[in-house]
């Protein structure tokens, strides 16, 4: 059983369209994040949510809109996508809200803006 | 200065090397430290939790160092299967646990 997924896998679009990735966790977790790694390789956190409240919210650009219906799901629109935004995108899960426990990261998304 | 600063590499060791990898941190607050591992296009995944006291896990050693504020990954008798990308992971209690990785550093373990 997966214990972090994420879909799509890979996803290929246009500058300037919207589009959404989802991530869903059956780990019980209380705390999701959203991660960018772009093509240099560096890991960078965007969101961080703890029974879908918003705990973590970096230097993002308000194109990206985390989204957490419930403590297993987080989900990540962007809007107006820019050819910047091409990286891989990791959802991950840890049981506790304060980083002190093993994050579990999902297989990527790989977002391609064209 | 970044928060975490490792070593990017590459490290090009034989099989059977042992090999070593720091990092350094700047946040005195800082409470929690990993070694994550990331294979080619795959997920990061953890390798080991770093303890005050250290710990080892087979080949693994990991070492903190809270005074030089740097953590420490021993690989002995290197595999191949061992070439991968090594991330340093901090955490702080202050920021809601922001985890802060490190840059990674690779390693390529030849025959």
């Known amino acids: 059983d997966t214990a972090v997924s994420q879909t799509p896998k890979y996803l290929v679009t246009q500058m300037g369209n919207d589009k959404s990735i989802k991530c869903e966790q059956n780990l019980g977790h209380d705390t999701m994040y959203w991660y960018k790694q772009d093509s240099k390789k560096f890991l960078k956190i965007m969101f961080s949510y703890n029974n879908k409240e918003l705990i973590i919210n970096e230097t993002v650009p308000n194109r990206f809109s985390p989204k957490s219906p419930d403590k297993a799901h987080l989900n990540l629109h962007i809007n107006s996508l820019e050819l910047g935004d091409s990286a891989v995108y990791f959802c991950?899960?840890?049981?506790?809200?304060?980083?002190?426990?093993?994050?579990?990261f999902g297989p990527g998304t790989r977002l391609t803006v064209l | 200065r970044k928060e975490v600063e490792q070593d990017p590499g590459p490290f090009n060791v034989p099989e059977g090397a042992t090999v070593a990898f720091n990092c350094t941190y700047s946040n005195s607050a800082s409470q929690s430290f990993f070694w994550y591992r990331q294979d080619c296009r795959k997920e990061p995944k953890l390798l080991m939790s770093v303890y005050s006291s250290g710990n080892e896990d087979g080949r693994f050693t990991a070492q903190l160092n809270r005074a030089s504020q740097y953590i420490s990954l021993l690989i002995r008798d290197s595999k191949l299967s061992d070439s991968a990308t090594y991330l340093c992971?901090?955490?702080?209690?202050?920021?809601?646990?922001?985890?802060?990785f490190g840059d990674g550093t690779t390693l390529t373990v030849k025959p």
């Open positions: 991950a899960s840890s049981p506790a809200a304060w980083g002190t426990d093993t994050q579990y």
């Open positions: 992971v901090v955490n702080s209690n202050t920021n809601a646990g922001k985890s802060t």
